[in-house]
């Protein structure tokens, strides 16, 4: 992949760590890494941090498509948590599988190493 957009991404982005790695050609990944003020009370990754990974990524890869202008929204989302996060980086790799002239849908994997922790897919929608 094509290395377009490379960085952090929002304020927000930054301040939960995630890193865009690439984002070209309706795909994107993005890094976080494991800290404890992403905790739950279990001790465990909070889901809400773990979503805004996923969607960070859904629409770094969404964006790529019209050169990194932000022109898409998310619309809706269904994410599945498959398994906790004790410690360590996650990565999340998200690509556009329809792209049409109002909405777009886009998928997204989570891994901690060889290990899936969520699987999503979102609609976004142009404004």
Same mark, same amino acid.
């Given at each position: 992949?094509?290395?377009?957009?490379?960085?952090?991404?929002?304020?927000?982005?930054?301040?939960? #760590?995630?890193?865009?790695?690439?984002?070209?050609? *309706?795909?994107?990944? $993005?890094?976080?890494?494991?800290?404890?003020?992403?905790? &739950?009370?279990?001790?465990?990754?909070? *889901?809400?941090? %773990?979503?805004?990974?996923?969607? +960070?990524?859904?629409?770094?890869?969404?964006?790529?498509? /019209? *050169?990194?202008?932000?022109? =898409?929204?998310?619309?809706? /989302?269904?994410? &599945?948590?498959?398994?906790?996060? /004790?410690?360590?980086? %996650?990565? =999340?790799?998200?690509? $556009? %599988?329809?792209? #049409?002239?109002? +909405?777009?849908?886009?998928?997204?994997? +989570?891994?901690?190493?060889?290990?899936? $922790?969520?699987?999503?897919?979102?609609?976004?929608?142009?404004?």
């Amino acid at each position: 992949m094509k290395q377009e957009q490379v960085g952090s991404s929002s304020a927000f982005g930054r301040l939960l #760590g995630l890193e865009v790695v690439a984002a070209a050609e *309706g795909r994107a990944e $993005v890094h976080m890494v494991m800290h404890d003020g992403l905790r &739950n009370v279990q001790g465990k990754l909070h *889901g809400g941090a %773990l979503f805004s990974l996923i969607d +960070t990524a859904m629409g770094q890869a969404s964006h790529s498509l /019209s *050169g990194g202008v932000p022109e =898409c929204v998310t619309l809706e /989302s269904k994410i &599945n948590y498959i398994r906790p996060v /004790s410690d360590g980086m %996650l990565v =999340c790799r998200a690509w $556009v %599988l329809h792209a #049409g002239r109002r +909405t777009q849908v886009v998928e997204a994997e +989570t891994h901690q190493g060889d290990k899936l $922790v969520a699987k999503a897919q979102a609609t976004f929608a142009r404004v």
